[in-house]
């Protein structure tokens, strides 16, 4: 008994530390020439969903180079994190949309 004790606390200590973490997915929203939230906190390997609910396109487009996601109206797409760092971005048709992407790795 001792021994089935110790092979199953083996095994669950080997399960835990194999199966990765869950990535996340962060929503980002596009409405009424805002990006909402302003200021985001992922991790890289999260995926963001950028989601444009105005009647007109916007892009996340970051100021690095890091990504450019076109959002036609009323429309979303999917992207995801690869590198960590902090990356402003904007829409590249209402420059005054802002907001920061903060990735952690």
Avoid: Q
């Avoid at 929503?27 to 991790?43: F, G, H």
């Avoid at 609910?53 to 076109?70: E, I, L, P, Y």
């Avoid at 109206?73 to 990356?87: D, Q, R, W």
Wanted: glycine share 2%.
């Amino acid at each position: 008994m001792p021994a089935r004790l110790a092979s199953i606390a083996l095994a669950v200590i080997f399960l835990s530390i194999s199966v990765p973490a869950r990535a996340a997915t962060i929503e980002i929203t596009m409405e009424n020439l805002v990006i909402a939230p302003a200021e985001v906190s992922a991790k890289v390997g999260d995926t963001i969903i950028w989601i444009n609910k105005d009647v007109f396109a916007h892009t996340a487009t970051a100021k690095n180079g890091d990504f450019d996601v076109t959002l036609p109206p009323k429309k979303s797409a999917t992207s995801v994190v690869k590198k960590a760092g902090t990356v402003e971005y904007y829409c590249r048709y209402h420059p005054n949309m802002k907001a920061t992407l903060k990735i952690e790795p």
